[in-house]
């Protein structure tokens, strides 16, 4: 309204509503949006000319590794990263040193999360043998992004392969379920594929069948059971295809590490940095992936941020562990594949935030509307420049794509009408609270 006072307006930017792309200023009062467009006055104002305005990108697959040693990452670093990159909200893994797999643990990263985080936050719950029927009650904690199944071993002690348990757990609860899908048994058949100071076989020892057979189990188990799931870091094209007939009941993830890396150039250039799991694989692959993207089966991009030192990357393989930072890059190496034409800016948008909003069921999150969360990552999609080494905050320090020249940048993150990066600098302090979920949230605390 004419002469009604704000916090905040971003004036003159592009912003990307969620029905069209408009030249327009955003007005910001309490933390949300009170108005887009029109006239008003306001305590702060930014000038983003040049720049466009995206809702704030939500990472669904972050491993900040805390508790733990901590010479990695911690829930400081890892969320300093993210704001860096323009990520504005992430949801954490439980295979931590302990790993979150009780009510005590969730608590605990809360209790660390408050005053150090600099982003919105949410923790998955670990199913284990032990948990596996109180599931239901552990995804309805606050702060929990719900329950996460590692179905071949991986980083941390969490493993539940058993058809069996992975039952009692799909029965118990009825959020969304976040599903690690390499089949544990095949992993163990196939032990004798990796060679020593090998790491291109990697991917033949954790082969595309060790995943579509991990795949065809669990939506199988969703099916029986009637529960939802979500299938992270899906890396090959077979598993798209199956998944497409499955929609109803499999939401799936595709990471930017997957879409942009391949086995052929990525083993001899970085060798074991270029280690995670489910791995890297060949050009046929990556393609293939670009194929399923253009059929709109993909919903979700998350990062899979899973660092490692340097020393311990730099063991020979298989002594390597795996995993790659990412949450830093995400936005960028996307904003690159906009640039270069693979996809557009408004499917960036949907699979990075109105898809964790519309999934997971976020509460004022994932959109540029009036009464929303004031969340932006504001980006200069022209800018050229080359990701380097002092511009990581990860504690662990590297990062695959460090050297690569992309065009697309993060210039500002804005978190709830709070400033907390702005070109690469970090202004204020750590104000990241934890995210709010229908299937959590009671409306009458507001």
Known sequence: MPGTFYDLLLKNGTVVLPDQTVATDLYVRDGRIARIGGTGEARRTIDCTGLTILPGVIDTQVH???????????????SRAAVLGGVTGVFEMPNTQPPTDTPEAVRDKLARAHGRMWCEHAFYVGATTDNAD???????????????????????????????????VLR???????????????????????????????????????????????VRLARRTGRRIHVLHVTTPAE???????????????????LTLAAE??????????????????????????????????DIIGSDHAPHTRTAKERAYPASPSGMPGVQTLLPLMLDHVAHGRLTLRRVVD????????????????????GY???????????????RQDWLASRCGWSPFVGRTLTGRPVGTIIRGHTVMWEGELPGTAIGEPLRFEATDRPQDT
């Not at 118990?172 to 020593?196: F, Y």
């Open 64 to 78: 900040f590794r805390e508790p733990g040693p901590g010479d990695a990452e911690d829930l400081e670093s890892g």
């Open 134 to 168: 109180r599931c239901g009650e552990l995804e309805k904690l606050p702060g929990t992004a719900g329950i996460k199944i590692f179905m071949g071993s991986s980083t941390g002690s969490l493993l539940v392969s058993d058809d069996r348990i992975l039952e009692r």
């Open 172 to 218: 118990s609860g009825s959020r969304r379920v976040a599903i690690h899908a390499e089949d544990e048994e095949r992993l163990h058949e196939r032990l004798g594929h990796r060679v020593e100071g090998d790491p291109s076989s990697h991917p033949v020892w954790r082969d595309e069948e060790t995943a579509m057979r991990a795949t065809r189990r669990i």
């Open 240 to 258: 798209l295809e199956f998944l497409s007939a499955n929609k109803d009941i499999a939401s799936c993830e595709v990471t930017p590490q997957h």
């Open 265 to 298: 150039d990525a083993y001899p250039e970085l060798g074991t940095l270029a280690q995670m799991n489910p791995p890297i694989r060949n050009r046929a692959a990556r393609d293939g992936l670009w194929f399923w993207m253009g059929q709109g089966v993909p």
């Open 351 to 370: 699979m990075t935030s109105a898809g964790p909003q519309r999934l997971f069921g976020l509460v004022r999150k994932g959109r540029i509307a009036v």
């Open 373 to 387: 969360d004031a969340d932006f990552s504001i980006v200069d999609l022209n800018a050229r420049w080359e990701v």
